[in-house]
């Protein structure tokens, strides 16, 4: 598989792409090139044997070639030629803001570059937490119950304790609490208001089944990961969450009966469906009661949730070959040309 990975951005989640970008070089085979977003809006291109994390933190990064963004992909400019960069197919690596908010699907798409990883829609409804509760409400699957709470208002909580208290639009746990008693809500609410101005309170459920699944849809086939039952602590700290955006192995599929596996899997199409179509994401699903409530959609998954996979790279090579396509737009200027016949040779005159 010859493809870009695009690593780096101006986000929170900065360094977790880095991360997520080394394990990629570990797992996947064939020609890969490494391009690197700086927070200043640069792209570099990243030799093979430099993709180690010390080489960015140090800023040694900046000896290496700039690209520019042109029509169709990057080019390598000089003082009297450029080079336009042969990479194939771009995979958005970038978590967190730019990456995951719609910014860089945008740039992409009005470059008209090639590219595995959600849309413009789809990374504005996965990104802000609120908006993907409403869009799950909309296709009929439950999430658990919340309050929005916005910077400035009263601090009232409408659940009883413990809660958790998650700002609106950043992953990776980054600022996330839970609070087990009213004392403790200040001081959590003023460490998510760093990071965001609204957030969001949840009940927190003690005690909670959790699943994950992968996946995407390569043309009519539904590609699905194994279902994994994450072993951890109460909820993934940014310390194990950094862990985890660096993993390579694969992953024990999680011990549940035929119904729920079936069930969980038919959610995940319907969070899908035609909305996530040339990305692959992974959701987090609680069960309680035996009902299942969507947690979280990742829409770029750290490691891209490589070792949920049997056939990671396979995967990735099926989505390349179904990637959705823009309808073609060609101004024919009917509109104009009717208008001016009907008004004259004095229409758009400078006199």
């Not at 042109?70 to 690596?93: A, D, I, M």
């Not at 990961?225 to 024990?252: C, G, H, M, N, W």
């Not at 990305?279 to 750290?302: H, K, M, Q, T, Y």
């Not at 070792?307 to 509109?335: C, M, W």
């Amino acid at each position: 598989m010859k493809s870009a990975i695009l690593f780096g951005g101006a986000s929170y989640e900065h360094e977790i792409s880095i991360v997520s970008a080394i394990a990629l070089k570990k797992v996947l085979k064939g020609a890969l090139t490494f391009i690197f977003l700086d927070a200043d809006g640069n792209f570099y291109l990243i030799p093979s044997d430099s993709m180690k994390s010390n080489h960015f933190s140090s800023g040694d990064y900046k000896n290496d070639e700039r690209l520019t963004l042109v029509r169709g992909g990057f080019e390598k400019r000089g003082l009297l030629k450029s080079r336009r960069l042969e990479h194939g197919t771009l995979l958005n690596l970038i978590h967190g803001a730019e990456g995951e908010d719609g910014t860089i699907a945008a740039l992409l798409d009005f470059f008209k570059i090639p590219y595995i990883g959600p849309r413009k829609e789809a990374s504005v409804l996965s990104f802000n937490k609120w908006l993907t509760k409403l869009y799950a409400e909309g296709i009929g699957v439950r999430t658990v119950d919340y309050q929005l709470l916005r910077i400035g208002d009263a601090r009232e909580p409408i659940f009883g304790y413990p809660i958790i208290v998650k700002p609106l639009r950043l992953g990776s746990s980054i600022g996330v609490s839970i609070v087990r008693k009213a004392e403790e809500l200040d001081f959590a609410l003023d460490v998510a208001f760093e990071f965001d101005d609204e957030v969001l309170i949840e009940p927190f459920i003690e005690g909670i089944e959790e699943y994950n699944v992968a996946g995407c849809k390569a043309g009519e086939e539904w590609i699905l990961s194994r279902i994994e039952a994450p072993q951890k602590k109460e909820y993934l700290d940014f310390d194990q969450k950094y862990l985890d955006f660096a993993r390579t192995e694969s992953v024990q599929t999680a011990n549940i009966d035929a119904t729920l596996e079936s069930d969980l899997k038919e959610t995940f199409k319907k969070v899908y469906g035609s909305l996530f179509e040339g990305a692959l994401i992974r959701c987090d699903f609680f069960v309680a009661s035996g009902e299942i409530l969507l947690n979280e959609i990742n829409p770029i998954p750290g490691s891209m949730a490589n070792y949920l996979f049997e056939d990671f790279s396979g995967t990735l090579a099926q989505l390349e070959n179904h990637l959705p396509r823009k309808r073609p737009i060609v101004p024919d200027y009917a509109y104009i040309n009717k208008v001016q016949s009907a008004k004259g040779p004095k229409l758009g005159s400078d006199r």
